[in-house]
Nanobody
Framework: QVQLVESGGGLVQPGGSLRLSCAASGTIFSIYAMGWYRQAPGKQRELVAS???????NYADSVKGRFTISRENAKNTVWLQMNSLKPEDTAVYYC????????????????WGQGTQVTVSS
């Protein structure tokens, strides 16, 4: 019904930048919150940043001032611009979206992408 496809991960040196993209497709009526989470080995998945349909944003303290989340509603796409990357940013990054299918009478459900690896290392 819905797919979230991520791209943009990779290996980068400390201080470098990466831009992650996530595009949602399927029988989508409306997308509410979109966000990025990450999970490092041996750690719980944590929220990195989120953005509402109207554009309000929320960031984890650890990425404030370095990461920027944005979205284009017409393309059902969310991006995460990551600057000044640190080794502790190394993780699998997952896209998440709260999506209502078919019509406004369908309650929104949470969907996840497959994850993209980000490795920050010299």
């Amino acid at each position: 019904q819905v797919q979230l496809v991520e791209s943009g991960g990779g290996l980068v040196q400390p201080g470098g930048s990466l831009r992650l993209s996530c595009a949602a497709s399927g029988t989508i009526f409306s997308i509410y919150a979109m966000g990025w989470y990450r999970q490092a080995p041996g750690k719980q998945r944590e929220l990195v940043a989120s953005i509402m349909g109207g554009g309000s944003t929320n960031y984890a303290d650890s990425v404030k001032g370095r990461f920027t989340i944005s979205r284009e509603n017409a393309k059902n796409t969310v991006w995460l611009q990551m600057n000044s990357l640190k080794p502790e940013d190394t993780a699998v990054y997952y896209c998440n979206a709260d999506i209502s299918l078919y019509s406004s009478s369908w309650p929104p459900m949470s969907y996840w992408g497959q994850g993209t690896q980000v490795t920050v290392s010299s």
